[in-house]
């Protein structure tokens, strides 16, 4: 189809809808103006309250799901907000031994002295400002500082989980290299498991400064256990003393890292694993979505049907998920919604296009009205148009509007024979001899005003 061709095939098929929408609405000549006018007026509110009427609708329809979903992510968000105080807690603590002149200091000395295992004084020190902390706070499970320039040298310690093996490990990866590259920065990692134990830890990592000329002097390592953070995200199963034993018998919470990986959770089993295996969803459509936008969707989870919400932690780059056990019944009310939300929008684009054409249709006729009747009076009608009758003027303003003769004798409800008979006396009567010069007549006189005569 060619760039012309395709505005004159709009062009028709509007003028097929406008015919259908003059029909529809019997806009006639006998019609006044004042009625088309009120008409029109009724269609321009319609066209702009039913949206309202429409969107309160939709409010109103919110399916259960969205209703569950709102409300976990009410709870999330104070959990969140709790999360934000104990991130903020430890980070001012790693941060303490930057700002803190003697802590700072002491580093200095430990870094800058000769003896690479003798540090029992400055352990002692170290070891006393963390137990300070950990005394009120039972998630601080260990720390240590090490000597970023000189492997060799015993590193500072809290506790004994964290074993030499470890630190020796540790500035091989690239999490080492991570903190070293954020120059300052904190940076979030885990879960790890520390000798054998059973017990998961978060790690917050920093790389510690002088205080004064900006030198790396160590890297600071804060071990938090998983299992008192799952206490505090999920103080709810282990205040009712919940049974988990692998089986879900009420929602819980899982904490997940940027890249997917599960940080915390009351199924220990979970701990490490990619979030993806956790949902038996064999589409996955929904799983990227968790670590980017506000998402709940349907999946398998525990031999169960679940509902997951998502909320993100900004300050670590975590996302907390809420798994939520539901019946089958939520699951069909909300696919059902979810159909009849299609047919409920696509009846409103319907009926919203249908008054705007109705209204333009009645808009152009209004204004084709008011054209004639200005032309009437500034120019006076024909001579030729006082010997039509009534009949013959239909059949003409027929004409001009491109009817064929079968279309009029079914507008006028007359045998088409007949409707020939009156346009051979219109003929005569206009001293024409086809249909163009009796539309140009018609055109002459103001009767293609685009009113639909009847009858």
């Keep these: 189809m060619s760039s012309k061709e395709l505005p004159m095939k709009i062009a028709r098929y509007y003028q097929r809808i406008e015919k259908k929408l003059s029909k529809f609405w019997n806009l006639v000549p006998t019609t006044t103006s004042s009625q088309n006018l009120k ?43 709790n999360l934000k105080v104990k991130i903020d807690n430890y980070e001012n603590i790693s941060f303490q031994l930057v700002a803190n002149q003697d802590l700072n200091n ?62 020796r490990n540790f500035r091989d990866s690239d999490h080492y290299q ?15 498991s520390l000798n054998q134990s059973q017990d998961y830890f978060l790690v917050l990592g920093r790389r510690i400064n002088h205080l004064y000329s900006g030198e790396a002097l160590g890297l600071l390592l804060l071990f938090l256990k998983e299992k008192y953070l799952d206490y505090s995200i999920n103080d709810h199963l282990y205040k009712e003393d919940h049974s988990l034993n692998g089986k879900l018998k009420s929602d819980y919470f899982l904490l ?57 932690v900004e300050e670590a780059n975590w996302i907390l998920l809420n798994v939520i056990p539901v019946p089958q019944g939520i699951v069909r009310k909300t696919r059902f919604f979810y159909c009849f939300q299609t047919v409920y929008w696509l009846t409103f684009a319907g009926l919203e296009l249908f008054l705007f054409f109705s209204a333009l249709v009645i808009y152009k006729k209004l204004f084709s009205a008011f054209t004639a009747m200005r032309s009437s009076v500034s120019v006076g009608k024909p001579v030729w148009l006082k010997k039509l009758n009534e009949r013959e003027i239909q059949i003409l303003t027929f004409i001009a509007q491109g009817y064929d003769n079968r279309e009029i004798a079914e507008r006028l409800h007359l045998a088409e024979q007949t409707v020939k008979n009156n346009i051979s006396v219109l003929y005569t009567k206009l001293r024409v001899d086809n249909r163009v010069q009796a539309s140009l007549k018609a055109i002459e006189a103001g009767l293609n005003s685009g009113q639909t005569p009847q009858d």
Excluded: C
Aim: no cysteine; aromatic share 14%; proline share 5%.
């Design 39 to 81: 008409l029109l007026f009724f269609l321009i509110l319609a066209v702009f309250f039913l949206p309202l009427f429409f969107i309160y609708g939709q409010q109103q329809l919110i399916p259960q799901k969205e209703k569950i979903a709102a409300y976990a992510r009410s709870e999330m968000k104070q959990i969140a907000a």
């Design 106 to 167: 002491m580093l200095h000395e430990y870094v800058t002295t000769t003896e690479t295992y003798e540090v029992s004084q400055f352990n002692q020190t170290f070891s006393n400002f963390m137990d300070g902390y950990a005394f009120f706070d039972p998630v601080i499970g260990d720390a240590v500082f090490f000597d970023i320039n000189n492997p060799r040298r015993k590193a500072l310690t809290m506790g004994e989980l964290v074993s030499s093996q470890f630190i």
């Design 178 to 192: 991570q903190i070293i590259g954020a120059g300052g920065k904190i940076v979030w990692f885990g879960p790890l």
């Design 256 to 312: 997940v890292d940027g890249e997917g990986t599960i940080l915390s959770s009351p199924f220990k089993a979970e701990i490490a694993e990619d979030v993806a295996f956790l949902f038996s969803d064999p589409h996955h459509s929904r799983l990227h979505e968790l670590l980017k936008t506000e998402v709940s969707f349907f999946t398998q989870a525990h031999d169960n049907t679940v509902l997951v919400v998502n909320h993100p």
